[in-house]
C-alpha cells in the first residue's frame, strides 16, 4: 500500500522555541494533506486541511499563527509549531488521501520542556 | 461528529475472533463504513471498508447489516499484535476528511 512517511519520529524542545514536522507521501501524490493532533488516552482530532499550493484550512480552534502549514509540493506537507509551550505537548499525526483510503504517517511526539 | 458509536474496550482470547460492532444509525446512502486501527505510538492504519455488501480482505471481515445502520470487524484469529483502538468512522468516498471517534480499545488475551 501507499506510504506517508513522518519525520522526526519525536522531538524535544524548549518552550519558546519553533519546531517543523514533515510529511512526505512517498510513492503517489497528495494534493491534499491532514495534519491531527493526539493526546494522551484521546482520539485524533483534525487541526488543519493542507492544501498543495494554497493556504491551509484550519479547524476550529486551531490558530493557523501558531500551527503554520506549508505545502509546497505534491509529496510534503510540512506543519511547524510555533514559540512551543509545554502545552502543544502531544502526539501529531498526517495523513494522505490514497485513491480510496487514507495513508497515515507514523507520528510526532512532541514534548516541550 | 464521529457519526459512529463504538463500544469503549473489548477483550479478546489469542486465537479467538474477535468481533468489533460499530453503530452508525444516521448514516447516509453515500457514506462508506471505514476501519482503521491505532497501535500505541503510532499512526491509524487502514483496515477494510465498505458500502452495503460485506467485504474481507487479508486483514479482517466487514459485515454489514442490511439496513447499514450497524456493521461488525471480524478479525478471524486474533494475535496479541492486534491489540490496538479500533476506530469505525463514517464518510463519503469523495470526501476527503476523516474524523475519529473515541474506537475501541482492543486487548487481545494470551
Known amino acids: 500500500g501507499a506510504v506517508v512517511s513522518q519525520h522526526p519520529s519525536w522531538v524535544i524542545c524548549k518552550s519558546g522555541t519553533s519546531v517543523k514536522i514533515e510529511c512526505r507521501s512517498l510513492?503517489?501524490?497528495?494534493?491534499?494533506m491532514f495534519w491531527y493532533r493526539q493526546f494522551p488516552k484521546q482520539s485524533l482530532m483534525l487541526m488543519a486541511t493542507s492544501n498543495e499550493g494554497s493556504k491551509a484550512t484550519y479547524e476550529q480552534g486551531v490558530e493557523k499563527d501558531k500551527f503554520l502549514i506549508n505545502h509546497a509540493s505534491l509529496t510534503l506537507s510540512t506543519l511547524t509549531v510555533t514559540s512551543a509551550h509545554p502545552e502543544d505537548s502531544s502526539f501529531y499525526i498526517c495523513?494522505?488521501?490514497?485513491?480510496?483510503?487514507?495513508?497515515f504517517g507514523q507520528g510526532t511526539r512532541l514534548t516541550v520542556v | 461528529d464521529a457519526k459512529t458509536t463504538q463500544p469503549t474496550s473489548m477483550d479478546c482470547a489469542e486465537g479467538r475472533a474477535a468481533n468489533l460492532p460499530c453503530n452508525h444509525s444516521?448514516?447516509?446512502?453515500?457514506?462508506?463504513v471505514y476501519w482503521y486501527r491505532q497501535i500505541h505510538s503510532q499512526g491509524p492504519q487502514y483496515i477494510i471498508h465498505g458500502l452495503k455488501n460485506n467485504e474481507t480482505n487479508e486483514m479482517a471481515s466487514l459485515i454489514i447489516t442490511e439496513d447499514r445502520k450497524s456493521s461488525t470487524l471480524i478479525l478471524p484469529h486474533a494475535t496479541l499484535r492486534d491489540t490496538a483502538v479500533y476506530y469505525c468512522?463514517?464518510?463519503?468516498?469523495?470526501?476527503?476528511?476523516?474524523?475519529f471517534g473515541t474506537g475501541t480499545r482492543l486487548t487481545v488475551i494470551p
Open positions: 495523513s494522505a488521501m490514497g485513491s480510496t483510503e487514507a495513508f
Open positions: 444516521t448514516i447516509s446512502g453515500n457514506e462508506y
Open positions: 468512522i463514517v464518510r463519503v468516498a469523495a470526501a476527503n476528511n476523516l474524523f
Open positions: 510513492d503517489f501524490q497528495a494534493t491534499t
